[in-house]
Nanobody
Framework: QVQVEESGGGLVQAGDSVMLSCVVS?????????MGWFRQVPGKEREEREC???????????YYTDSVKGRFTISRDNAKNTVYLQMYNLKTEEKAVYYC???????????????WGRGTQVTVYS
């Protein structure tokens, strides 16, 4: 059974940095799967989660939504079954629950991902 666990969220001031981590267990072929970070704000459904960043199985191809380009970095350590999201210069509007997803083929839609964690809350105050 695949388990996905995010961590690293918290309460931060606008302009600060946070690194999120996501550990995947129960899957011995972590390095065969793409990973994605999504965020969900109150009032939005799961299908409306915004894709923030994705990374392919080997880590050499990444995607970022326009609003985070130059401020966020996604990376992975396949030896640790872990994917990271380093976020710099956070904005108040980026307050959300951040979720990590596991995908066979990658993509920017929630339907592209088979397994999810419970999320980690990031709250940005001014």
């Amino acid at each position: 059974q695949v388990q996905v666990e995010e961590s690293g969220g918290g309460l931060v001031q606008a302009g600060d940095s946070v690194m999120l981590s996501c550990v995947v267990s129960g899957r011995r072929t972590f390095d065969k799967y793409a990973m994605g970070w999504f965020r969900q704000v109150p009032g939005k459904e799961r299908e409306e989660r915004e894709c923030v960043a994705t990374i392919n199985y080997s880590g050499d191809t990444t995607y970022y939504t326009d609003s985070v380009k130059g401020r966020f970095t996604i990376s992975r350590d396949n030896a640790k079954n872990t994917v990271y999201l380093q976020m710099y210069n956070l904005k108040t509007e980026e307050k959300a629950v951040y979720y990590c997803g596991v995908s066979h083929f990658g993509g920017t839609k929630t339907d592209d991902y088979d397994n999810w964690g419970r999320g980690t809350q990031v709250t940005v105050y001014s």
